[in-house]
Each structure stands twice: as structure tokens, then as C-alpha cells.
């Protein structure tokens, strides 16, 4: 009967095109007779053979049938694939379950029939809207989770099946969940174990995205085999472990390192992997995000031949690409800059850089040491985090040598009275301390289907009067699936001043010297992100997500 109901709609919009003239009586024989070799719809038959476009179609379909039509690319959807429908349904009827806004909807390219759409609602338990989409675009959705179902599901199922292939299926397992995490620009990946299951999940732009869900099984020879990899301990798992290993790819013309942390939990071991691509592009100076006073304040501190250079921010907020886009800058032949890195995170050509090895007795504060005794121009310290570091760091600022380093505050101004409270005096940050960068990484709007739109009349009237203009919001398609695409950075630069140095020295506090410094013309984070969204780069909610309104 279903078959019959199925024929019958094929009928109907095969006559629907023969009424509108862009099928013939015989155009439809050829095509029948066609189709069960070429596995060819009719709409792409139509498409291929007919001057009509997949988006005429999915409009006369939709309003001839009754039906909303939709743009795939153009709203924020959630895929409910995997959650509401059995995979074989959703690729021999061509649908596609998914969330837009409160409702739930089944896309497809034709009308869903009334017995289908009846037996879907009951097997699920969810009221679905029919809708028609364009469909090429539903093929690309389809396409999407066959690929997922094969990179994952039948990969997961094959461990189990063959005991002599397992050792082979882990590597090939491992080795394409790295290098898809390393073209999609994945920053770290999470093995998480619970009571039933091993997730995976990895950072993209700053937000944890699940990979899958997969046995304990599959967990423990992936550990196993990454412990190999990393020279660590295979037998042990009641302390935490740390290490590295390098993979080389087709296509990619750097290794690729990847830092390893193992951590036990009450479930088993959990694993994240850190990538670094050694392929990362150097960011120049102009290209990081400051706007034209920011960048002038920084080119400026940066050329002194003497003074230190803090960044600050959480981990993760790029403090890294700042001081690698300095030194890039600074690297010509007549200088001589070190390192002292843990871990080494971008290999440059002409900088001497040492990776700090605490167990072989190399820490930050003893690479300094030796570095001092080596003639250097500029040094670079991975992160200050004792007093001795600190006041070997200070010395050297004084005393002719232009250092760069980082630091774990909120704002540029918190940064001063952190170095006190490492044993750090006032005069001496005051007379080393060139100039802070606070900083943050937000998400970049897709280009593809950013939305513009007006202030909301509900935010705080101090927001509302900086974003007159028209702004826009993250809406979601297939080249971004989230909204967004790719960082951008958000700066609050001080320059030491002598206001600043004075007041330092009188033991101002951090919000004193925040006020001097804001009077000086200092902008602060939330507003750098302002400016971003002004400019159309990011979303008023991005912004609200990472930087705190002072």
C-alpha cells in the first residue's frame, strides 16, 4: 500500500512539471526507463537536462503542494538525524530531520506521504513539519551523514568483527580522526570516559563539539596506541601523564605535534590531545586585530631596545600567535632572540628556542639563566609563573634587552599588581614594564550567512548608543554549520606611562590604574569587541560570551 501511495506522488508531481512544460509525455518515459540504472530523481533529471534551477523546483513544488519552502544555507539548524529517524528511512525517502528555532521539521525535496509522515511522528514521538527544500542541497546533508556513518559507525563495528585487523583498524581509526581534526583547524581533542562509553569531542574556535560516541572497547586501544606513540607508560593509569609525537600526512608539507595529557577519573583515563601545526601561518603585527592606535602603541613598545612586554589572558586566547607575530617582526640579522618555551609551539627560522624540561632540571627561571649569559637582544618567556622567573625577567628589562612574556590575568591593569603579589616592588615593575596587552579570541561571523539587524531596544542604554549602525547576528549554514567562522582577537593595550609609573609606585590599586589608564585613551576589551561588532567581524552575543563589560 505504501508503495502504491509512493507511485502516486510521483504521479502527481510528474504531472505538476508536465502542466508547468518542463516535461513531456515521452521526456517521462525516457526518464523511467532511465532511472533504475542511473539511480537519477526527477528533479535531477530535470535540473540536469532543463534550464531550471533546484530552487525554481523546490518553490513550485512547495506551492503547489502547500507546503514551506526553505533555504538549508540561509537558517540555523540543528541535524536530529541520528536521534529521530532510522538511517535507511532517511536515505531511501531523501529526509532530513532537523531543529530551526523551537520547531521540529523534516525537510525533504518532495511531498512526504501522509502514512509516512504519520508513522514517523508515532515511531518518534514529535510532532514534524513537512517542508520542501532545494535538492542539491539536501543531497550535500545526505552525503554528510553517509560519510559520518562510515568514517565512525562502520569503522567502531569492524574492531569488534575481526580480531587479527584490530591493531590495523585503531591505527587507521586514530590516524583519520588526527588528520581531520587538523584540517578542520581543531585546537585540542577530548577522549572522555564515562560508565558505558568512550566521547569524543573537539574544539573548534573555542567550543567543545561533539565527534561521536563509542565503546569502552575502542577506548582503550586508542589510549593504548597513543601511549606507544608518546613514549608514555602503557601500564600505568593511576597518576597523570604528559607527551608528545609528531605525524606527517599527505597533503601537508609540516608535521604535525601533538601534546598529549593523560588524567585519571573515577571512569578510567581521559586523554586530550593538543594540536600543533607547525604549518600555522605567522600573523604580521597589522593583521591581528588591533585597531590603529592599539597597533602604533604596540609597533612602539616593541621596538624599544629595552623594557618588557606582558600579554595576559586565560589559556586559549591566542597570547601565543601576539608574542610568535613580535618576534616575526623583530627577526632580522643583526638580532639575537631566544626562547624559553614549554611547550615549543611554532618553529622560527633565526630564533635560538629552548623548551623547558623540568625533570632534566630545565625550568623557566635556569633557561633564563643560561640565555642571559648567551649575548641576547630579545628574549622570550613562555609565562611567568614564580617570583624567581619574574625578578630574572625584571633584571633583564633593566639592563638592555628587550623581553616578551605572559601572564594568567583578567585585564591589562590586574597584570601590575600580579607581578606584585609574585614578591615583584613597585618601582621595579614600574621602571621595566614597557607596555600590557590584555586579550581575548572571539568567533568571526561566516561571511555566508551573517544577518544584519538593529540594537535591541532592551540592552543597556551605554551598549545601544555605541551600535547605532546595523549589526549582525549568527545564523548557521553548510560552510560554517554554527554561524561562525575562524577568530578574532580583542585587545586592551597600556603603555606604561609615567601617570601610570607614578601611581604603581604610590601603590595604586589595579582599578586605579585602570580608570588613569582609560583616561589616557586606553580602550578596554568589551569595548575592542564594540568595535568589532560595528564593523560587521562579530555578534553582540559573541562578545557577551567572552569579554566582561568594565
Known amino acids: 500500500m505504501e508503495y502504491n501511495k509512493q507511485e502516486q506522488d510521483f504521479e502527481s508531481i510528474a504531472h505538476l512539471f508536465i502542466q508547468c512544460n518542463l516535461l513531456t509525455e515521452d521526456e517521462l518515459i525516457h526518464y523511467q526507463c532511465d532511472a533504475p ?12 537536462t532543463k534550464s531550471v534551477s533546484a530552487k525554481q523546483l523546490a518553490l513550485l513544488i ?3 503542494f502547500g507546503l514551506t519552502y526553505i533555504d538549508l544555507d540561509e537558517i540555523q539548524l540543528k541535524d536530529l538525524s541520528e536521534q529521530f529517524i532510522d538511517f535507511e528511512l532517511m536515505v531511501q525517502h531523501r529526509l532530513l530531520p532537523i531543529a530551526h528555532k523551537s520547531h521540529l521539521i523534516l525537510a525533504s525535496d518532495s511531498p512526504v506521504s501522509p502514512s509516512l509522515l504519520s508513522e514517523l511522528r508515532f515511531t518518534s514521538c514529535h510532532d514534524f513539519i513537512p517542508v520542501i527544500v532545494e ?13 559520518k556513518r562510515n568514517n565512525h559507525l562502520e569503522i567502531q563495528n569492524k574492531l569488534n568483527e575481526f580480531g587479527l585487523n584490530q591493531d590495523a583498524s585503531v591505527i587507521q581509526f586514530l590516524d583519520q580522526l588526527l588528520i581531520d581534526a587538523v584540517r578542520k583547524k581543531a585546537s585540542d581533542i577530548h577522549f572522555e570516559l564515562y560508565e558505558e562509553i568512550l566521547r569524543i569531542r573537539c574544539r573548534y574556535d573555542g567550543i567543545l563539539v561533539e565527534v561521536g560516541k563509542y565503546t569502552r572497547d575502542l577506548a582503550q586501544k586508542l589510549l593504548g596506541r597513543i601511549k606507544i606513540l608518546a613514549n608514555l607508560d602503557i601500564s600505568e593509569k593511576r597518576v597523570p601523564q604528559d607527551g608528545r609525537f609528531q605525524l606527517e600526512y599527505e597533503g601537508n608539507e609540516e608535521t604535525v605535534d601533538f601534546r598529549i595529557s593523560i588524567c585519571p577519573t ?27 592606535v592599539q597597533k602604533q602603541n604596540f609597533l612602539e613598545a616593541i621596538q624599544k631596545p629595552q623594557g618588557m612586554i606582558l600579554v595576559t589572558g ?18 632580522c640579522e643583526d638580532k639575537n632572540i631566544s626562547t ?39 628574549i622570550m618567556i613562555g609565562e611567568i609563573r614564580d617570583f624567581e622567573t619574574a625578578e630574572i625577567a625584571m633584571k633583564a628589562a633593566q639592563t638592555g634587552h628587550l623581553v616578551f612574556s605572559t601572564l594568567h590575568t583578567n585585564s591589562a591593569a590586574e597584570s601590575l599588581t600580579r607581578l606584585n603579589t609574585l614578591g615583584i616592588s613597585n618601582f621595579n615593575i614600574a621602571n621595566s614594564v614597557s607596555l600590557i596587552v590584555a586579550q581575548r579570541l572571539a568567533r568571526r561571523l561566516c561571511d555566508h550567512c551573517k544577518v544584519s539587524y538593529r540594537a535591541l531596544s532592551e540592552w543597556p542604554q551605554n551598549i545601544g548608543k555605541h551600535l547605532q549602525t546595523a549589526i549582525y547576528r549568527a545564523v548557521g549554514c553548510n560552510q560554517c554549520n554554527q554561524g561562525y567562522h575562524g577568530r578574532i582577537g580583542l585587545f586592551e593595550v597600556m603603555p606604561l606611562s609615567a601617570s601610570i609609573a607614578e601611581l604603581m609606585v604610590s601603590g595604586g590599586t589595579s582599578v586605579e590604574i585602570h580608570k588613569q589608564a582609560q583616561k589616557e585613551g586606553m580602550i578596554t576589551l568589551f569595548e575592542s569587541g564594540l568595535e568589532k561588532i560595528k564593523a560587521g567581524l562579530t555578534s553582540f552575543e559573541e562578545i557577551r560570551r567572552v569579554a566582561v563589560q568594565q
Open 62 to 64: 512547495s506551492e503547489h
Open 340 to 378: 624559553a618555551e614549554d611547550p615549543v609551539e611554532l618553529k622560527m627560522y633565526g630564533i635560538n628556542q629552548v623548551q623547558v624540561h623540568a625533570k632534566a632540571g630545565l625550568t623557566f627561571a635556569s633557561i633564563l639563566r643560561a640565555l642571559l649569559r648567551q649575548d641576547p637582544d630579545i
Open 135 to 147: 535538492t542539491d542541497k539536501l543531497d550535500k546533508w545526505l552525503k554528510h551523514q553517509i560519510l
Open 314 to 331: 586565560p589559556t586559549g586566547s591566542g597570547k601565543t600567535v601576539t608574542l610568535y607575530s613580535a618576534l616575526h617582526q623583530l627577526n
Open 266 to 292: 573515577i571512569h578510567g583515563e581521559k586523554m586530550v590531545i593538543r594540536i600543533l601545526d607547525q604549518k600555522t601561518p605567522k600573523i604580521p603585527v597589522e593583521e591581528l586585530g588591533f585597531n590603529a
Open 37 to 48: 540504472t542511473s539511480g537519477c530523481t526527477l528533479l535531477q533529471y530535470l535540473i540536469n
